[in-house]
């Protein structure tokens, strides 16, 4: 089906920067929408950031202002720019995509996850 590879989280003081990135591979047919979820612990898994194919953005009202999502539709790649990061941002962020993938000449649709990658803001 589809896999879904995450990159770039790490240990970051408040107020620093990261970009995480997401590539997908696998017999695809198309992605329709990626995003980025994130889990700390004892919460849910929350949206933090969400883009469709046409370019399309939503955004968790925490992060509005400070996150940014794109995508390179010809890697099959998400990105997230994460600014003015808080201790609160701290987490598991989990990279989500969905679509088609090819299989016995038919598109079928999937959703996949990626094994996430954690982001610490402390100093």
């Known amino acids: 089906q589809v896999q879904l590879v995450e990159s770039g989280g790490g240990l970051v003081q408040p107020g620093g920067s990261l970009r995480l990135s997401c590539a997908a591979s696998g017999t695809i047919s198309s992605i329709d929408a990626m995003g980025w979820y994130r889990q700390a612990p004892g919460n849910q898994r929350e949206l933090v950031a969400r883009i469709t194919s046409r370019g399309s953005t939503n955004y968790a009202d925490s992060v509005k202002g400070r996150f940014t999502i794109s995508r390179d539709n010809a890697k099959n790649t998400v990105y997230l720019q994460m600014n003015s990061l808080k201790p609160e941002d701290t987490a598991v962020y989990y990279c989500?995509?969905?679509?088609?993938?090819?299989?016995?000449?038919?598109?079928?649709?999937?959703?996949?996850w990626g094994q996430g990658t954690q982001v610490t803001v402390s100093s």
């Open positions: 989500n995509a969905d679509g088609y993938y090819r299989r016995d000449y038919y598109p079928h649709p999937f959703v996949s």
